[in-house]
C-alpha cells in the first residue's frame, strides 16, 4: 500500500492511497480546506494523475505546465491577479520537480513541488500556484469518446418517427404515443409524446436545441446521468401541462430540451469553483486533455441557457389565441430538469451547503411530481374531458 506523505512547517501528513476516493470520478470530495492543509494532496495527485490521459502514478510533465500556465494566463487577462506566476517561473519549478528526467511528475517529485520548490516563490505567488493545482484537479472534462449516445440515440429515434408518422401514413403510431387526456392512464404515453413533432418547425428546431445543449452536457456526465435529467424534464412537462391544460393533448420534445437548458444551470451553480479550467480530449491522442479558458466557457454557457429561457418567455408573453404551443410542459421541464440537475450532475467537489441543496431538490422534485401524478387520478369527473380535445406541440 503507497502512502503520500508531506510536511509543512514540521508537521506530518500521512493519506493512504486508497483512503477517502469516491468510485465514480472521485464525487464526494470533502469540503475545500484551508490552502495550505495538506490533507488531500494526495487525492490532487490522483486526480491530476487521471486527467493528463492514463492513470499510471505519473503526471505528464509538458500537460501539467500547459494546464497551470493556461489558468495563470486567464487570471492575468481577466485582471484578478496581480503578482502571478511567469510562464518562466513555472517551467523552472516543474522541471526543478522532474528529478529524473524523464518528462513525467511521480509521487515523491509532486510532493517535492508541494512541500519545497513552491517556496521559491513569493508567498502570494505560491498561492495562486497551489490554487491552480487544486483547479487543475477538479477541472471539466469534455469527452467527446466514448460517444454522447444517448442524445444522438434520442434525437435519431425522434427523426425515424416523424418520417414514418407524415411520409407514411403512420397515423396510428402517432395515436398510440401522444399524449391524450382521455388516455392519462396508459402511462407510457407521459414519455412517448417526446418522440413526436407536430411538423417539419417543430422537430428541426428541436432537435438542434437539443444537440445544441445536451451534447455538451453527456460529455461531461455519464449518458445515465442526462437520460434521468431528460426524461425527469418530459415526465415533468407532461404531468404540468396535463393539469393546466386538461382539455388538449401533446406532442414534442421541447419539455426534455428545457429541463437539458436547465440542467446547465445545475452543472454551472454545483461546479462553479472547478470550472474556471476546461480540459477537452484531443481528437488524435484520445488520452489526453487540451485545455481551454473555462471562466469564458462557463459565460458562454449562461449567455446560452438565458437566451433559451428569455426567448421561451418572450414568446409566452406573446402568445395568442392561435397558439398552440405548451408552454407549461416547457415550465414544468425546465423546473424538474433543474431540482434532478442539482441531484444528479457530477458535483466534482461537494461542499457543505451543496449536500444541503440536493437534499432540498430531491425533496421538492419527489413532491411536485408526486403532486402532479396525485391530481391526474383523482381529479373529479369533468375535469379531463372523454373525447373533445386539440393537440398542442411543445
Partial sequence: MEEFTVVEQGKGVVVDENDGVPEDENEGVPEEEELNNFDHWDQIFRNLDQKDGEQDCLIEKSILLEWIDTLNFQDSVTLETKHGVTRAQLKTLVEKSDKDRNGF?????????????????????????????RVAAYAEEYRWWPPPV???????????????????????VFHLLKLQPSKRYEVWRWVSYSLLHG???????????QLMVGLPLEMTNHFW????????????GSLMFSVSNPEAGLVGASAGVTGIVTAHLASIILNWKEDSLILRQRMRKREATSPTFGKIVRIARILVVLAILGIDVANMMQQDKD?????????????????????I????????????????CLGLAVLGLSSLIIWNIVA?????PASAYSDSTN
Fill in 105 to 133: 511528475i511521480d509521487r515523491l517529485e509532486f510532493e517535492g513541488l508541494i512541500e519545497k520548490h513552491s517556496h521559491e516563490l513569493e508567498d502570494i505567488q505560491r498561492s495562486y500556484l497551489l490554487t491552480y493545482l
Fill in 150 to 172: 444517448f442524445i444522438l440515440v434520442v434525437s435519431v429515434l425522434q427523426i425515424i418517427l416523424f418520417v414514418y408518422t407524415f411520409q407514411f401514413q403512420g397515423d396510428q
Fill in 199 to 209: 411538423n417539419i418547425t417543430h422537430i428541426v428546431l428541436n432537435i438542434i436545441l
Fill in 225 to 236: 446521468r442526462i437520460s434521468l435529467v431528460y426524461f425527469s424534464g418530459v415526465l415533468g
Fill in 323 to 343: 397558439d398552440r404551443t405548451g408552454y407549461s410542459a416547457h415550465f414544468g421541464g425546465g423546473l424538474f430538469g433543474l431540482l434532478v440537475g442539482i441531484v
Fill in 345 to 360: 450532475l457530477r458535483n466534482r467537489k461537494v461542499q457543505h451547503w451543496e449536500t444541503w441543496a440536493k437534499t432540498c
Fill in 380 to 384: 373529479p369527473d369533468g375535469y379531463y
